[in-house]
């Protein structure tokens, strides 16, 4: 009886883990599945991607075309072909290439735009889900910090500390990040707050379960959906700030260039060289807006309630919201 006992194979763990990778591909392959059925989601993650892979390579591509000064080219017009390639969106007033210029500027703009999300998220994300499931008064001090800092304008905030320290990089992502940390600090927190008192959650400190251990493998993949739809629509707001700051002279110096510097220096030529801002402000625009798209497909991809609506073909989807407009 007690060699039965002790042959117990342990395959069923096994089979549970790869049930459970098996599950999260199926979840991906689902997700990328309704990506390509919506066409606009679809060219929103096109173009942020080409934007993201711009920056990345782009600079290698263009090499010192960014910074080749031609002042017989000076301010020419868009659209010409008479000196290359690279002078297709025009130059500026030193006869430097328009076109390189927005490949170098991506990699500035997303180069302070990514790493400020990212670290108000990772924070943030830690501090609100800790405070959420412990209550009491970690919750109270953790939510007294966030409303100090978004007591202050994040973007007068950022203005008065640049202008006391000097305006670079680093102390652009720094002053953002702390200003977007109560974001994500609050979402955390009302979402592991309400987590905590679930059943699976109680079952799981029944037995025996930690508290970190809880939240990472219990309350952290409910969360991060949610989290991440906040960082999408946190990223543009991020960007036009990045861009907002360097409008105003306290952001990215020259050297360096980036989106907002570009639209900056070229304010004084609107009526002249309309492209020196233009192309700049466009490129702000387009990404902005495909990450707002983005972060609201992701948002109902995300939501088990909502997923249906990805799923449903769009006429079929519009003769249901109409039919339950008549029936209410």
């Known amino acids: 009886m007690s060699t039965q006992i002790d042959l117990v194979p342990a395959k069923p763990t096994t089979a549970i883990v790869g049930d459970t990778g098996a599950a999260r591909r199926r979840d991906r392959t689902a997700l ?32 010192d075309l960014a910074t080749d000064i031609d002042l017989d080219n000076s301010n020419a017009a868009p659209f010409q072909l008479a000196h290359g390639w ?12 328009m076109l390189a210029r927005l490949v170098v500027a991506s ?14 998220a990772v924070i943030g994300s830690v501090i609100g889900m800790w405070a959420g499931y412990h209550r009491g008064w970690r919750e109270t ?8 800092i978004m007591s202050f ?12 320290f000097s305006p670079s990089a680093a102390n652009i992502i720094l002053v953002l990040a702390v200003t977007r940390i109560p974001v994500y600090l609050r979402t955390a927190r009302a ?8 059943v699976f959650v109680d079952a799981a400190r029944t037995f025996g379960a930690g508290a970190t251990s809880i939240i990472t493998r219990h309350v952290v993949p409910i969360v991060l959906p949610t989290l991440l739809t906040v960082a999408t629509l946190d990223f543009c707001y991020v960007m036009l700030a990045e861009s907002s700051l360097s409008f105003l002279g ?18 004084t030529y609107l009526h002249t060289a309309w492209w020196l801002s233009f192309f700049p402000g466009l490129a702000i625009v387009i990404t902005t807006v495909s990450a707002t798209i983005l972060a609201a497909w992701a948002r109902i991809a995300t939501d088990p309630g909502q997923r249906w609506r990805l799923t449903v073909p769009q006429k079929r989807l519009s003769r ?4 339950g407009r008549a029936l209410s």
């Open 32 to 63: 990328l599945r309704m990506l390509g059925n919506d066409r606009v989601a679809a060219a929103a993650a096109c173009v942020l991607g080409l934007v993201f892979l711009t920056a990345v390579v782009g600079p290698m591509l263009v090499g």
């Open 153 to 164: 304008p994040s973007l007068l905030l950022a203005v008065v500390v640049l202008y006391v």
């Open 191 to 198: 979402e592991s707050a309400e987590l905590q008192s679930r």
């Open 250 to 267: 306290i952001g990215i110096q020259p050297p360096d260039v980036s989106w907002g510097l570009m639209v900056a220096q070229g304010r």
């Open 107 to 120: 990699r500035t703009t997303l180069s302070v735009a990514v790493p400020a999300v990212l670290l108000s």
């Open 320 to 323: 249901f919201t109409k039919t």
């Open 141 to 148: 001090v953790a939510m007294r910090i966030a409303d100090v």
């Open 86 to 97: 690279a002078d297709i969106l025009g130059t500026d007033p030193l006869g430097r290439s």
